[in-house]
């Protein structure tokens, strides 16, 4: 067969091709602590192929890119599946254990929260270009999205943000918030 796998009487050579693609599929999406359960993944995937199959009496046709997004969908099905009961893979030899994510708790929030008034008082003590220029940069815009955005050159807002997280760092060491 060619990189169309087509079925025109629900051979068995048919599906066996199907399955041999979506093998290579999942292997190619699959993560390593999720690769034990890879022929349940081919599985699920093939069933819900087969299904299309079904449902178009025969007539489907699939590229080598649906079968591709199909294995994709269901190792991410898989994925979302574990994470919403809480199940967390043993670790494999050699590798680092997979640790839920915690949320913050109590003491944590307060610490976070009392460091955000300490940057929102050093901001306010910057002379205006230099706090906007930081405070466009700490919210994930680059150096050259800062110039673009303030109307300045490249060089200026490299320059005003260099400085400006200078003051930054110095007046949150004042504040007891040093390294």
């Not at 299309?52 to 994709?72: N, P, Q």
């Amino acid at each position: 067969m060619t990189s169309t796998a087509t079925d025109h009487d629900g051979s068995d050579q048919d599906v066996a091709e199907l399955r041999r693609q979506l093998v290579r599929a999942v292997e190619r999406t699959c993560p390593p602590w999720l690769a034990a359960d890879s022929d349940d993944l081919v599985q699920t995937a093939l069933l819900r192929v087969l299904e299309i199959r079904r449902k178009r009496e025969g007539e489907a046709e699939f590229s080598t890119f649906y079968l591709r997004r199909a294995a994709h969908s269901a190792v991410v099905d898989e994925i979302r599946r574990r994470r919403r009961r809480g199940e967390v893979p043993l670790e494999a030899e050699g590798e680092e254990p997979a640790l839920p994510s915690v949320a913050p708790g109590p003491e944590q929030l307060s610490e976070a929260g009392e460091l955000g008034r300490a940057i929102t008082e050093c901001l306010g003590r910057m002379i205006r270009p230099r706090r906007l220029a930081v405070t466009l940069h700490l919210q994930g815009n680059r150096i050259r999205e800062v110039g673009d955005l303030m109307g300045w050159g490249l060089k200026k807002a490299e320059n005003l943000i260099y400085r400006g997280l200078s003051d930054l760092r110095e007046c949150l060491g004042g504040l007891g918030y040093g390294r």
